[in-house]
């Protein structure tokens, strides 16, 4: 490093706050602060905003139906198509402009104009409406990062039919137990994709997932791998090409949707075993995110605009398919990993389509930073305008590291919280309005009431840690669980409502978070209070690899925390107990390792299995999780008086190694 950048360093260091860029306030979409004074005023009509970045084919009557919390109801009496928002509309002025880039991992790559794409979703909509799929039915579409992903997608929108992407990364069983429990009767999938070049062979798990569903199946294959790979066929499987060459330019009319009609549904793990579909509505979740879009993220129709998470996860539907297409840009997606063939891939990519905004995650930064500088200053990145984080806490380090060495210290960095039930972004700076500080999410946005409370719903005091809260609903928002009122209710309000009242101001929504605000009202979350953990960005609950753990032969039981991990975030600690005959030695580590990787998938692998005859117990019987923590953390274990077997925790200390 020369001497000036370890100056500058050294200045970057110290400096906790940093003004939004004059060249980037200059454009943004959004740039008068008084976005905030009307919007508390105006409140709920502010959302109107949100709702006129849309084409309604009926009117909306009433903003927000508060009349039956939390059941509440968005742009009440609308109609509309998603599909129709994010293709149609734009085809008179931007049907030649590119709607996807798309960059394989091998370096091919497929550009879709609007106009294309809006050939393929009527086409697919032509075959699905001929497979049977009607409005309503539940398509799952377990996909890798394919173009034809977000083409499924949007003809499932056509048709009214809600699809439920699967994360391509998770089992066979997990595929199962969604497509089961929302009773779906199609699936798209894939052969195979690539990871690190090689040939990943998805249809194997797409094949044991659907031998595990109780109904029929109709599958949907689309052909990634070509002739490297000659996957199966089921009888009731179709070939994506086939078929829609079978509908060789077809169209299909976008079916009118009501604006609380469901347009997809999305399984994200939660307190107990059992997966939660989350459901999303047409009009509130489609301004929502549109409106986040525009406002955040800064998107322009003549943007180049990159999201780079996985479309099989919440922030890949928002800010990678729907918010962007409404909003008639050019989304960039990306098959493969950062680091193949070099640690520059990403940099790369930007540099050769002229990224305008990138949109990751701080585990894909902490990476970058391990990689070093030299990759990143290997490319021209000058298109860049803007920065985001999404995922989980951002380290100031981290942070900084992003705004310099890719932003070029003339990109706003924003640090985006949300959660799958959210929709869209809710906590972060308006990068046109407001200065960042790193580590700090920032206010929430315009129309968002959050407070940060203790246990027993009393606002704490500036500085102090407590429970984020929600006071108030937003058009973005779940609006249940699929078929599953009550553990909505439990799982998201009953934490903090009155339940029994019929008063919108005694619901408060409990997203599971622990935060802190400062005296600026900025925000600074410190992750799940509950029994969610959240490995490089990805939500598991702690209770699903337990399962997966205790299903395996000779285990008696098991307790999984998440431990603190330099570039993940966070990382799976099992504490497994054996069952009598059973040892605990290499063997079984695999076995369980194999288990998780069976139930759940790859990512939920724990890092380290820690065989124990005793897991720490409070007289009650309970697990102090906390205790595992704190040694999973190698710090110094809290208090064990309400332990009856304190013992135990010295035990459990020497096996990972003690405190170090
Ligand atoms: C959980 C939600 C948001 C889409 C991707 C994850 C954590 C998310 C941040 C952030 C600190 C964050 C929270 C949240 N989280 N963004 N900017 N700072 N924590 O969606 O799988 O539903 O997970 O991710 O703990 O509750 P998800």
Redesign the pocket.
């Known amino acids: 490093m020369s001497e000036q950048d370890v100056e500058l360093e050294a200045r970057l260091a110290e400096q906790d706050e940093f003004e939004p860029p004059g060249s980037f306030v200059e454009q943004a979409n959004v740039t008068d602060p008084s976005i905030y004074d009307e919007s508390a005023d105006d409140w709920p009509a502010c959302w109107e905003d949100a709702a006129t970045l849309l084409d309604w084919s009926t009117e909306y009557e009433q903003v927000l139906d508060d009349s039956n919390p939390p059941f509440y109801e968005w742009f009440t009496g609308g109609e509309l198509n998603a599909s129709a928002n994010c293709l149609d509309r734009h085809l008179d002025e931007r049907g030649d402009e590119t709607a996807i880039e798309w960059v394989g991992e091998l370096g091919d790559t497929r550009t879709y104009t609007y106009r294309d794409l809006h050939r393929e979703v009527n086409e697919f909509a032509a075959t699905l409406r001929d497979q049977g799929v009607e409005a309503d039915d539940v398509v799952t579409l377990y996909m890798p990062m394919v173009p034809e992903l977000p083409i499924a997608m949007l003809a499932c929108a056509r048709l009214g039919a809600p699809h439920s992407v699967v994360f391509a990364g998770f089992s066979a069983n997990a595929l199962a137990t969604r497509m089961e429990s929302a009773d779906s009767p199609v699936l798209v999938t894939c052969d195979g994709y690539y990871r690190r070049g090689e040939a990943l062979e998805h249809k194997l798990k797409a094949d044991e997932g659907v031998a595990a569903v109780e109904h029929d199946v109709t599958g949907v294959v689309i052909d990634r791998l070509g002739d490297e790979y000659e996957h199966s066929m089921r009888e009731a499987d179709h070939d994506y090409d086939t078929l829609i060459a079978d509908h060789e330019g077809e169209k299909v009319e976008p079916v009118t949707r009501d604006a609380e009609d469901m347009l997809f549904l999305m399984y994200?793990?939660g307190t107990t075993g059992e997966p939660k579909g989350v459901k999303h509505t047409t009009g509130g979740y489609l301004s929502w995110v549109a409106w986040t879009s525009h406002a955040v993220l800064d998107v322009k129709p003549e943007d180049t605009y990159w999201c780079s998470?996985d479309i099989g996860?919440?922030?890949g539907h928002?800010y990678i398919v729907y918010g962007p297409l409404a909003l008639g840009t050019t989304t960039v997606m990306y098959e493969g990993t950062p680091d193949y063939p070099e640690k520059d891939r990403l940099w790369e990519i930007v540099e050769e389509y002229d990224v305008t905004q990138l949109y990751t995650?701080?585990t894909a930064i902490r990476s970058f930073m391990k990689w070093g500088e030299e990759y990143p200053a290997r490319h021209d990145l000058s298109s860049l305008r803007l920065l985001g984080?999404?995922?989980?806490?951002?380290n100031p380090r981290a942070w900084k590291w992003y705004y310099r060495n890719i932003g070029g210290e003339s990109c706003p960095v924003v640090?985006?919280?949300?959660?799958?039930?959210?929709g869209g972004?809710m906590?972060?700076t308006l990068p046109g309005v407001n200065s960042m500080k790193p580590g700090s999410?920032g206010p929430p946005l315009p129309g968002i009431g959050s407070r940060i409370v203790d246990t027993d719903g009393e606002e704490v005091a500036a500085g102090r840690a407590g429970h984020l809260t929600i006071q108030k609903p937003w058009p973005g928002m779940l609006r249940t669980l699929y078929q599953n009122d009550e553990r909505f209710i439990e799982e998201y309000w009953a934490e903090y409502s009155d339940t029994d009242s019929g008063d919108p101001d005694d619901w408060v929504y409990f997203?599971?978070?622990g935060a802190k605000i400062d005296d600026d009202g900025y925000l600074t979350?410190?992750?799940?209070v509950d029994d969610?953990v959240?490995i490089s960005?990805?939500?598991l609950g702690t209770m699903e690899i337990e399962s997966a753990i205790v299903s395996v032969e000779g285990v008696a039981e098991a307790a999984v925390v998440g431990g603190d991990h330099e570039v993940k975030g966070e990382t799976v600690y099992a504490y497994v107990i054996t069952e009598d005959g059973y040892a605990g030695d290499d063997e079984m580590q695999d076995a369980i390792i194999a288990g998780v990787e069976d139930g759940i998938g790859p990512i939920a692998r724990p890092e380290e299995v820690v065989f124990t005859p005793e897991l720490p117990k409070t007289r009650s019987g309970k697990i102090m999780r906390r205790l595992l923590e704190d040694v999973a953390n190698r710090e110094e274990v809290g208090s064990t008086n309400t332990l009856r077997n304190p013992e135990i925790v010295d035990e459990i200390q020497r096996q990972v190694g003690g405190a170090d």
């Open positions: 994200t793990s998470a996860w919440i922030t928002s995650a701080p984080t999404v995922g989980e806490p951002i640090d985006t919280w949300w959660q799958t039930e959210t972004l906590v972060t999410a997203p599971g978070d979350i410190l992750g799940r969610v959240n960005g990805h939500r």
